[in-house]
């Protein structure tokens, strides 16, 4: 009976310890991404007023890199990427001096048309902060893990104003088909006082609840699923096209900032070929297609070539506000294909498009629903976890952990960084593919003998 009382009494004393830790971290992260955010709204309403804002582009990328070179090279690339990278090789251990630094080349990056995202770079101004916090008050390595989760989750409820998906997305994105549940009840706790503390202040949050949802019918289901299909080569083609930026940045051989010239310059030509709908944060695009509007088939891929374009040459930001904008301009696309309500695609893709390349299809789900209403769940849930199997063992953030197989026909070492991971495929005797590859076999060799 004294153990039970004992044990009963600890988790007590450590649920309020949580709580009280969490609120506090939740209040400073919302405080301090709101302000960015405001920050960040102003720079980019302020220069959008000029019509050839983007000229400045390749100046602003060139300040970006030497910015990052010189005071925060952690803050390079795109944010939840390095907050990953963090926690899983330096016991989030994060510089504090990488809040203000990626605040800065983000709003930079951004306010002259880089194709950048706002929402790692909060996530990465919450783990720094968290992590300064933990330092503070002398934590071991594993308690600073748990408040930097925190942080992240913060981090992301303050931009989207869904505060339950970004307490699952912080635990799901560090380790693909698992979930750290001895954060659970923190990071829920910061996610929602930094989402309340970040309206306080006056962030307006996109929750866009859908005119009409499709009735929930079986050819609707079939077409939901080829959706999610769709949605995981899309977030297939646009880690390829990522991966191809950093590529051809390598292959000059020059000082980065100077890369950051060339890649302003280049973009200014698909600007000037195209339009301005592709550069900056991409709200006003994916807003459109929410909305219903009409839009050019390629959009999706003219979004996802300026992002290679500004991160592979000196960009620096966030990844998933353009996962977003390229899921939202793909789904539209594919609801015109079909002859659907494109509202309902652009909505549905822009959830399946990032829990495929996150590898987070429980808070993409619910994050479905909190954007745009219940009715939508079921069509979400099914078109995320689609296009989470559909992309294979692979992800945007190569340092995140992987933890399962997707297909028992596929051999993947466990616990290997998902830009390590190599794939074998070894179909399985009875399973209906090992059946059809024997029979492809035994056909081929009566050939042969035939053919003798």
């Known amino acids: 009976m004294k153990k039970k009382l004992l044990e009963e009494s600890v988790l007590f004393v450590s649920v309020l310890k949580w709580t009280i830790i969490a609120a506090c971290s939740g209040g400073i992260v919302g405080t301090a991404t ?31 890199a030497l910015t990052v070179q010189r005071i925060a090279p952690e803050t390079k ?16 251990q994060i510089r504090l001096i990488a809040a203000p630094t990626k605040a800065f080349v983000t709003i930079l990056s951004a306010t002259f048309g880089g194709s950048v995202g706002q929402i790692g770079p909060c996530a990465q101004i919450g783990a720094a902060l968290t992590a300064f916090s933990a330092n503070m ?133 698909l600007t000037l070929v195209f339009s301005r709908d592709y550069l900056g944060l991409g709200i006003e695009l994916t807003h459109h297609v929410l909305k219903g509007g009409e839009i050019v088939w390629y959009a999706f891929l003219l979004k996802t070539i300026s992002t290679s374009i500004t991160f592979g ?5 966030g990844i998933i506000a353009p ?48 954007l745009f209403g219940r009715a939508i769940g079921p069509y979400a849930a099914i ?3 689609v296009s989470f199997l559909i992309i294979g063992h692979r992800g945007i953030f190569p340092t995140q952990l992987l933890a399962l197989r997707k297909s028992s026909s596929v051999e993947v070492e466990i616990g290997k960084e998902v830009g390590e991971v190599t794939t074998r495929f ?25 053919d003798k």
Not at 34 to 62: D, E, H, M, R
Not at 78 to 90: F, P, S, T
Not at 168 to 180: R, Y
Request: with cysteine; hydrophobic share 50%; glycine share 10%.
């Open 77 to 92: 690339g795109y944010g939840m990427e390095r907050v990953i990278q963090a926690v899983h090789k330096n016991s989030a």
């Open 426 to 450: 070894k179909p399985r005797d009875k399973s209906l593919i090992g059946i059809g590859l024997k029979i492809a076999k035994k056909i081929k060799k009566n050939k042969e003998e035939g």
């Open 137 to 269: 008050l002398k934590f071991d390595d594993n308690d600073r893990k748990k408040l930097v989760i925190c942080g992240i989750s913060a981090g992301f409820a303050s931009v989207l104003g869904a505060p339950i998906a970004g307490a699952i997305f912080s635990l799901e994105v560090l380790v693909a088909g698992s979930i750290m549940y001895e954060v659970l009840l923190p990071s829920f706790v910061a996610s929602i006082t930094s989402y309340h503390v970040s309206s306080l202040i006056g962030i307006v949050y996109m929750h866009h609840p859908l005119a009409s949802i499709p009735p929930f019918t079986e050819i609707n289901f079939l077409k939901v699923i080829a959706a999610g299909m769709f949605f995981g080569l899309c977030a297939f083609l646009f880690i390829e096209i990522m991966k191809l930026g950093e590529k051809l940045s390598r292959a000059i051989p020059w000082w980065e900032p100077l890369k950051g010239i060339v890649g302003g310059v280049v973009l200014i030509a």
């Open 34 to 64: 709101a302000i960015f955010l405001k920050v960040l709204n102003w720079s980019t309403v302020y220069t959008g007023q000029y019509p050839f804002y983007f000229l400045l582009l390749p100046t602003a990328l060139f300040l970006s």
């Open 313 to 317: 040459f000196g960009g620096s930001g």
């Open 383 to 385: 078109s995320c976890v």
């Open 323 to 370: 996962l977003i904008c390229v899921g939202a301009t793909a789904g539209s696309l594919f609801g015109t294909l079909l002859g659907m309500d494109c509202a309902t695609f652009a909505a549905i893709g822009f959830v399946s498009v990032l829990s495929a390349a996150a590898n987070t299809p429980i808070a993409t789900s619910i994050l479905a629903m909190e």
